[in-house]
T-cell receptor, first 114, second 111 residues
Framework: SQTIHQWPATLVQPVGSPLSLECTVEGTSNPNLYWYRQAAGRGLQLLFYSIGIDQISSEVPQNLSASRPQDRQFILSSKKLLLSDSGFYLC?????????????FGAGSRLTVL | EDQVTQSPEALRLQEGESSSLNCSYTVSGLRGLFWYRQDPGKGPEFLFTLYSAGEEKEKERLKATLTKKESFLHITAPKPEDSATYLCAVPGGTSYGKLTFGQGTILTVHP
């Protein structure tokens, strides 16, 4: 069976510090990978998605970047955090070509920028 | 631009009191509508996908229906463990992973 892992689960960082959130998927190969953010009082917003290694698309202009160094690893980064980067970050995956069309989410990483 | 609006924002029910949640959408060509359940501090959990008007799907006390303009999530005889935020979403573009979500309905079921 497939599983998705995110870490760290909780993070408190000062403004201007760097960020690295990691996500890995097990039990599948060549998945589509996604980063979503859920800010307080707002719905989920797609930040980045990837259809393969080093193939990243950004959906919204922002202070964040994403990388996919391995097939089942997706990393969300920032060089200098802003207060507005606080939120609940969710990694998700989808199997390609199966027809199931179901996006499966990880448990999330709660980021608080002070 | 795709838009998804959910109502009510919050719903409080007594155990056993059936009700419905609404999800209205504006898309250029519906390719599906998804319902998710999200517990506090956790990632959304997939419930249903509906692809065409008139389609219905059921899971335990939940039934999702779809029309050309909206979807309903009917909850029959809810229990306290049904308390959660319920999210609906529609896919954009050519990817089913690029979802536009509504704000969610926070459901609280009191014993």
């Amino acid at each position: 069976s497939q599983t998705i892992h995110q870490w760290p689960a909780t993070l408190v960082q000062p403004v201007g510090s760097p960020l690295s959130l990691e996500c890995t998927v097990e039990g599948t190969s060549n998945p589509n990978l996604y980063w979503y953010r859920q800010a307080a009082g707002r719905g989920l917003q797609l930040l980045f998605y990837s259809i393969g290694i080093d193939q990243i698309s950004s959906e919204v202009p922002q202070n964040l970047s994403a990388s996919r160094p391995q097939d089942r690893q997706f990393i969300l980064s920032s060089k200098k955090l802003l207060l507005s980067d606080s939120g609940f970050y969710l990694c998700a995956w989808m199997r390609v070509g199966s027809g199931a069309n179901v996006l499966t989410f990880g448990a999330g990483s709660r980021l608080t920028v002070l | 631009e795709d838009q998804v609006t959910q109502s009510p924002e919050a719903l409080r029910l007594q155990e056993g009191e059936s009700s419905s949640l609404n999800c209205s959408y504006t898309v250029s060509g519906l390719r599906g509508l998804f319902w998710y359940r999200q517990d506090p501090g956790k990632g959304p959990e997939f419930l249903f996908t509906l692809y065409s008007a008139g389609e219905e799907k059921e899971k335990e006390r939940l039934k999702a229906t779809l029309t050309k303009k909206e979807s309903f999530l009917h909850i029959t005889a809810p229990k306290p463990e049904d308390s959660a935020t319920y999210l609906c979403a529609v896919p954009g573009g050519t990817s089913y992973g690029k979802l536009t979500f509504g704000q969610g309905t926070i459901l609280t079921v009191h014993p």
